[in-house]
């Protein structure tokens, strides 16, 4: 998963510019192993298509744009510090804290770090990100991520003509930014200098500047007596401001509550969802269309079933269930001509009967028969004394289109006989 990491102006600079989507930035895109694949400085509404393509941005907010305090703050759980933290920050801010988000780091020697920042100006870049196709946006301020050292102020500065942002890590890791504005009548690198001998004092101080300025800066220190053995000058590049950020946990995204956590990439899932969703619409055609087929069947089946029955009996004007009240027809035509039905007592009694006798007529202890009765259609037997050969019937009744079972509920053996037709 690429990142993109970038150094964003200002808010007074962009606040002063026509359109700030059209102020240059540096960045650098890093791959998931830390290095830099591409890097350069480019206006921001440029790399809406990098943006788009990749899985995280990492906005390095101007030390200026945000407050970074350490303030004593008793033990507290996560819901109650977050709703602490606006009054805790309250005396530090010339502003309403309800106007600024709030979010705090680590615990540190009983000094909890709390970094702040306007909300206005974090909705907007959130507003301006989201639309170039973000999907996971972090916002974490430059001195956050400035490595420090013990017992050195450590510096980086970047070049915003006229103006220079200077982002300064003190040994106390306290850490403040400022914009330095240069007069006519100065040079950037005598001004960069002059603030930091009054901000370090006499402390040890190391200085990240430009790759095209490293020969102005180191004059500027050569030339100023007591500075040589004080300060150092190096190059600034992205790999120091990749490691810085790694280590980074005052994300002020989270203080807003948007895109602030892992999103899912539906863009990658597109085609498989595409797929999907095409396999159930064929899928859900297909069985409507096999549902209406069948509905059709089943019509013509009824009507032709409907029409044979009418044309059978044309007295009848209620037809609700043809094939039973064909069967009814049928069983009553039989009764009236002197054929039994299937289910009568005498057809189910004498199938009984020459089951019974081949069955019965090998064993050795046959049970007896000890009652018989018909009701519901069905014959029911009682049986005493031997074991009653329940399978064998069964077999032989089926051949005679009967059906045998035990009645549970008795406590003797007793078979409910039934007719199949």
């Given at each position: 998963?690429?990142?993109?990491?970038?150094?964003?102006?200002?808010?007074?600079?962009?606040d002063?510019?026509?359109?700030?989507?059209a102020?240059?930035?540096?960045?650098?895109?890093?791959?998931?192993?830390?290095?830099?694949?591409?890097?350069?400085?480019?206006p921001l509404?440029?790399?809406?298509?990098?943006?788009?393509?990749?899985?995280?941005?990492?906005?390095?907010l101007a030390?200026?744009?945000?407050?970074?305090?350490?303030?004593?703050?008793?033990?507290?759980?996560a819901?109650?510090?977050k709703a602490a933290?606006?009054n805790?920050?309250?005396?530090?801010?010339l502003?309403?804290?309800?106007?600024c988000?709030?979010?705090?780091?680590?615990?540190?020697?009983?000094?909890?770090t709390?970094a702040?920042?306007?909300?206005?100006?974090?909705?907007?870049?959130?507003?301006?990100?989201?639309?170039?196709?973000?999907?996971?946006?972090a916002?974490?301020?430059?001195?956050?991520?400035?490595?420090?050292?013990?017992?050195?102020?450590?510096a980086?500065?970047?070049?915003?003509?006229?103006?220079?942002d200077?982002?300064?890590?003190?040994?106390e890791?306290?850490?403040?930014?400022?914009?330095?504005?240069?007069?006519?009548?100065e040079?950037?690198?005598?001004r960069?200098?002059?603030t930091?001998?009054a901000?370090?004092?006499?402390?040890?101080?190391?200085?990240?500047?430009?790759?095209a300025a490293?020969?102005?800066?180191?004059?500027?220190?050569?030339?100023?007596?007591?500075?040589?053995?004080?300060f150092?000058?190096?190059a600034?590049?992205w790999?120091?401001?990749?490691?810085g950020?790694?280590?980074?946990e005052l994300?002020l995204?989270?203080?807003?509550?948007?895109?602030?956590?892992?999103g899912?990439?539906?863009?990658?899932?597109?085609?498989?969802?595409?797929l999907?969703?095409a396999v159930?619409?064929?899928?859900?055609?297909?069985l409507?269309?096999?549902?209406?087929r069948?509905k059709?069947?089943?019509?013509?089946l009824?009507?032709?079933m409907?029409?044979?029955y009418?044309?059978?009996y044309?007295?009848?004007s209620?037809?609700?269930?043809?094939?039973?009240?064909m069967?009814?027809k049928i069983?009553?035509?039989?009764?009236?001509s002197?054929?039994?039905?299937?289910?009568?007592?005498?057809?189910?009694?004498a199938?009984?009967?020459?089951?019974?006798?081949?069955?019965?007529?090998?064993?050795?202890a046959?049970?007896?028969?000890?009652?018989?009765?018909?009701?519901?259609?069905s014959l029911?037997?009682r049986?005493?004394?031997?074991?009653a050969p329940?399978?064998?019937?069964?077999?032989?009744?089926?051949?005679?289109?009967?059906?045998?079972?035990?009645?549970?509920?008795?406590?003797?053996?007793?078979?409910?006989?039934?007719?199949?037709?």
């Amino acid at each position: 998963m690429s990142t993109l990491h970038i150094r964003l102006p200002s808010k007074a600079a962009a606040d002063s510019a026509p359109q700030w989507l059209a102020l240059s930035c540096p960045f650098a895109l890093v791959s998931d192993d830390g290095n830099i694949q591409n890097e350069g400085v480019a206006p921001l509404s440029s790399l809406s298509d990098m943006i788009a393509k990749i899985q995280r941005v990492v906005l390095l907010l101007a030390a200026g744009d945000v407050t970074v305090l350490r303030i004593k703050v008793p033990p507290l759980s996560a819901a109650r510090l977050k709703a602490a933290l606006p009054n805790l920050v309250e005396e530090h801010l010339l502003c309403d804290p309800s106007e600024c988000v709030v979010v705090a780091g680590r615990m540190e020697d009983g000094l909890r770090t709390i970094a702040v920042a306007q909300r206005a100006w974090l909705d907007s870049l959130t507003k301006a990100f989201i639309a170039f196709g973000a999907r996971k946006i972090a916002a974490l301020p430059e001195q956050s991520c400035l490595q420090g050292q013990p017992g050195i102020v450590t510096a980086s500065i970047y070049e915003r003509n006229p103006d220079i942002d200077l982002t300064l890590r003190l040994p106390e890791q306290d850490s403040i930014g400022l914009t330095i504005n240069i007069g006519p009548d100065e040079t950037a690198a005598n001004r960069v200098i002059q603030t930091l001998c009054a901000v370090a004092h006499e402390t040890p101080v190391t200085l990240y500047v430009p790759q095209a300025a490293m020969r102005a800066y180191q004059e500027a220190v050569a030339d100023t007596p007591g500075l040589k053995e004080r300060f150092s000058v190096s190059a600034d590049n992205w790999t120091r401001w990749v490691a810085g950020t790694r280590g980074a946990e005052l994300d002020l995204m989270a203080g807003t509550g948007t895109n602030a956590g892992p999103g899912l990439d539906w863009r990658t899932w597109r085609w498989p969802l595409a797929l999907a969703a095409a396999v159930l619409l064929v899928n859900v055609s297909a069985l409507n269309i096999e549902w209406w087929r069948f509905k059709s069947e089943a019509h013509a089946l009824r009507s032709a079933m409907t029409q044979i029955y009418k044309s059978a009996y044309p007295n009848e004007s209620v037809i609700i269930d043809p094939i039973a009240q064909m069967q009814q027809k049928i069983a009553t035509a039989k009764r009236d001509s002197g054929l039994a039905a299937a289910d009568d007592f005498t057809s189910i009694t004498a199938a009984f009967g020459e089951a019974w006798a081949g069955v019965t007529a090998t064993m050795a202890a046959r049970p007896s028969i000890a009652a018989l009765e018909y009701r519901d259609r069905s014959l029911s037997v009682r049986l005493s004394g031997g074991e009653a050969p329940t399978q064998q019937m069964k077999a032989a009744l089926a051949g005679r289109d009967l059906s045998l079972e035990l009645d549970s509920s008795q406590s003797a053996t007793v078979w409910e006989i039934r007719s199949t037709k």
